[in-house]
């Protein structure tokens, strides 16, 4: 009877059932303590399974945690045959540093050989695992301060109802800090951070920490929580906090900051300054209007007579002087054509000053050929053009001068 319980072997060939254990190491370096390694446990199998069990090492020198469920798949061999899959992935985070060794993860599987049930014990090869010594001048696994944060990620969100700085003396604002570690179980969160500073009471709330399981790892979640209250009619500054954590993707140290912020200040001292603007009395406002319209009829019934002025677009005084710039006569004249002929007011205006009226027959002599001319400044003609003109009165039948720059015979 003794015998008949025994796990017996199975002649099953060499290969036909196989288990692997591979470290997953961050940036494929040596973990440090406390640093997550994922365990990633294989077995590949040739045979039907009727039922099986792993059966895991102490793991004496770390922590541990399964990540989510044992799956089961098919897979193809290099052979082209069709076989089952078995995975699971264990996080381990080692105590110290050192050299270790994982010993063999083993799985008893029943299989059925030739219509009868065998039981077979399938263990892993083992595992060396080195863990590193830190060696920078500050932090690290042995140092009591700063708390040792290894993570692949690190999150910290800050929320405070009501708003810090609304709060006056005699009320209390409660402050939430939420922070989230990938790559890590609860109980490795630092503690509570210290918020204190002058003028403020701090009455500290509970500390609620959890781990959320994920395929790629462990994530920590802790929250702190505070009522505030301010102590003297004053605005309060309120330092950041700053977290430091190692990045084990990098491999470098990072900070996290749980951020500055003011108590008090926000609202208006006087309560005069916070009511709403009163909207003016609509007899207020008719009269108003009819003084304003009664102020434009005198002025423009009973002023002094003036006379418009008239001046280029943006876009043409542009123009003209980027074409004076690059000696452009060609292009100065086409961009003046237009206005010539649509702006009347300021051809009349052009043809009563002599120095413009000069400049522009100049022009046209420059690129017509009338006859032996200077070439105009058209640098300074540029600028003459583009200063507002007093709009000159119609002359009825008077084309003067610049009667062939208008476009007409």
């Known amino acids: 009877m003794l015998f008949a319980n025994a796990p017996a072997r199975a002649e099953i060939d060499p290969g036909d059932l196989t288990l692997t254990v591979t470290p997953e190491r961050n940036g494929n370096a040596d973990p440090f303590s406390r640093e997550m390694v994922l365990l990633r446990i294989r077995g590949v199998y040739r045979q039907p399974i009727l ?15 399964q990540l989510g469920r044992d799956t089961w798949s098919k897979t193809r061999l290099p052979d082209g045959q069709v076989a089952i ?41 083992p595992v060396q695992l080195s863990v590193a010594n830190w060696t920078k001048p500050v932090g690290g696994p042995d140092a009591k301060e700063p708390w040792w944060l290894p993570a692949r990620e690190v999150t910290i969100t ?16 409660r402050r939430i800090v939420t922070l989230e570690a990938h790559g890590m179980v609860a109980e490795g969160l630092p503690p509570r951070p210290v918020m204190r500073t002058r003028g403020i009471l701090t009455f500290a709330g509970p500390v609620t920490r959890e781990t959320i399981i994920t395929p790629t790892g ?32 990098s491999r470098t140290l990072r900070e996290a900051e749980i951020p500055a912020r003011q108590i008090g200040g926000g ?45 280029l677009d943006r876009a043409t005084r542009r123009a003209l002087v980027l074409a004076a710039a690059a000696g452009d006569a060609t292009a100065f004249r086409a961009r003046l054509a237009p206005v010539l002929q649509g702006a009347p007011d ?39 053009l583009g200063r507002p003109v007093r709009a000159a009165a119609p002359t009825g039948t008077d084309r003067g001068r610049l009667a062939d720059l208008d476009g007409r015979a």
């Open 85 to 125: 899959a078995f995975d699971r992935v264990v996080a381990i985070f080692p105590h110290h540093a050192g050299d270790f060794t994982i010993e063999p993860f083993l799985h008893r599987l029943t299989v059925n050989d030739g219509g009868v049930r065998k039981v077979v014990d399938v263990p892993s090869p």
């Open 218 to 249: 462990p994530i920590a979640r802790a929250t702190y929580q505070w009522d505030v209250r301010p102590a003297i009619a004053e605005v309060i500054p309120l330092d950041a906090i700053i977290i430091p954590w190692f990045d084990t993707v």
């Open 267 to 311: 609202l208006p001292d006087r309560e005069e300054d916070a009511k709403p603007i009163t909207p003016a009395s609509p007899l207020v406002v008719v009269g108003a209007a009819l003084a304003a319209f009664g102020l434009g009829l005198a002025l423009v019934g009973f002023g002094a007579p003036t006379r418009s002025r008239a001046r």
């Open 158 to 173: 800050d929320s405070w109802s009501p708003d810090p700085e609304t709060v006056k003396i005699g009320e209390s604002t």
């Open 346 to 384: 300021l051809a009349r205006a052009w043809r009563a000053d002599p120095a413009i009226a000069a400049g522009l027959d100049a022009l046209d002599g420059t690129l017509y050929g009338r006859g032996s001319v200077t070439a105009p400044d058209l640098t300074d003609l540029a600028r003459r």
């Open 51 to 65: 039922l099986e069990e792993v059966i895991q090492p102490s793991l004496a020198n770390f922590s541990w945690t």
